[in-house]
């Protein structure tokens, strides 16, 4: 496998689980389990990115008890840890470390709006670690293929429909 230093573009999964502010915290750590995720953007009312709500944070409502009618608002982490895409993998695993977070979210500033493009995960970085040849991380990085984005919106207009119909016929 090449030496060559990679950089967090071509390790970073593009398209970033996201939530809203009043998404249930048991909502949520279904998902996450279900899906795998290590953390997601909590968007505001205008889709700005407004904090992260990330296993650390799901713990943490689990730590205090009670935590039933507990919201992403309630528990999620006021920023959002970032790092840019053009950096060294060994650089963002030292700023991830220092910043004591297991997932960093690339940002885009478009119009006013701030949101998530792209995120990288200690799991990103682990499967770097463990990969014997290059073909085992072709699903990451800028270049890895991917739905278009019309694409990803009928899947997820479909899966919803047939939610929706499941819970109707109920």
Request: with cysteine.
């Amino acid at each position: 496998m090449s030496t060559s230093p990679k950089l967090v573009r071509d390790l970073m999964s593009v398209g970033v689980p996201t939530c809203a502010l009043e998404d249930s915290v048991v909502e949520l750590t279904r998902w996450f389990l279900e899906k795998e995720i290590e953390g997601a953007v909590v968007l505001d009312e205008n889709g700005h990115g407004a904090g992260v709500v990330t296993h650390d944070e799901l713990v943490k409502a689990y730590v205090r008890g009670d935590y039933r009618g507990v919201t992403a608002q309630d528990v999620m982490r006021a920023d959002v840890p970032q790092a840019p895409p053009d950096i060294p993998l060994t650089a963002v695993a030292q700023i991830m470390q220092d910043m004591g977070v297991r997932v960093v979210f690339m940002m885009h500033h478009a119009g006013g709006i701030s949101y998530p493009a792209a995120y990288l995960t200690y799991k990103h970085l682990l499967r770097h670690l463990a990969a014997q040849e290059e073909e085992e991380l072709k699903d990451l990085g800028i270049k890895a293929e991917r739905e278009s984005p019309l694409e990803t919106f009928i899947r997820r207009r479909d899966e919803a429909l047939r939610q929706a119909n499941k819970k109707m016929r109920r």
